[in-house]
């Protein structure tokens, strides 16, 4: 009975632990969620706008007469609001992630937060390179290629929700992409490779960064080529950061 009596307070203690850190939890991720819907509140009446200008690297590439269209019944309501949904994520990712950070770095080592802090900032500014990379340099050229490829007596008139789900894939796929650099410097950091193997491992990256293109990009080796070479360069900038922010020791084998 008197053990049950000196464990009582310790379970309440961790009972009452947890109960907090979910508490906590539960507001950052309120705080991010009313970010999230007050930008797709704001983005909503010009919803159809931003359409017309992500679909702009297909619509100044189809022939003369072909456009875009709407297959489904609600097509051309949904699909601009979806859009407005992603937009709003895209500009409240700084809020989301900060929450998160917020919510983790209590948790962490001094040396942790220190390498933390930039990588997380590096993925995020990565990441919307990447979606610009796409959208400014790959997508026009994959649609110019697939336009001129396209059978003759065929109408190429592509459908709005597929156009859109296309593009979001490819702005996925390129900004995890252009996460290269922060991958290396995680993998260096935890042990998994030093800074030697990294250099030495130059030859892989570069197959590796032209399989990984060849499977993402559409089938024009224009897209590949212009994923590939921006890879292998984040490659040689990841090295470059093992080498600025990781101490000799730290980039050696647990």
Not at 67 to 83: D, M, R, S
Request: hydrophobic share 55%; net charge neutral; glycine share 6%.
């Amino acid at each position: 009975m008197a053990a049950s009596e000196q464990e009582s307070p310790e379970a309440d203690g961790l009972e009452q632990g947890l109960f907090s850190h979910l508490i906590e939890l539960r507001t950052r991720l309120m705080r991010a969620l009313i970010t999230v819907v007050v930008v797709l509140v704001a983005l909503i009446p010009f919803a159809n706008r931003l359409y017309s200008e992500l679909a702009q690297p297909l619509v100044k590439r189809l022939p003369q007469g072909a456009h875009l269209i709407a297959t489904e019944v609600a097509g051309g309501f949904v699909t601009p609001l979806k859009l407005a949904f992603y937009t709003a994520l895209f500009i409240g990712m700084p809020m989301i992630l900060y929450q998160l950070w917020a919510f983790v770095s209590p948790g962490l080592y001094r040396n942790e937060k220190r390498l933390a802090r930039p990588l997380l900032a590096a993925a995020l500014l990565l990441f919307y390179l990447g979606c610009a990379f796409a959208y400014f340099l790959v997508l026009p050229a994959a649609f110019r290629f697939l336009t001129a490829v396209t059978p003759e007596g065929v109408e190429m008139m592509t459908d709005i929700s597929h156009y859109l789900d296309f593009v979001m894939l490819m702005f996925f796929a390129f900004g995890l992409c252009f996460q290269v650099p922060v991958i290396v410097v995680v993998l260096a950091a935890i042990g998994v490779v030093n800074l030697e193997q990294l250099r030495s491992g130059r030859r892989y990256a570069i197959v590796g960064a032209f399989a990984i293109s060849a499977f993402i990009t559409p089938p024009d080796i224009t897209s590949m080529i212009m994923l590939a070479i921006p890879m292998c360069l984040l490659y040689e900038l990841g090295v470059l950061a093992v080498r600025w922010l990781l101490k000799p020791g730290q980039t050696e084998r647990a």
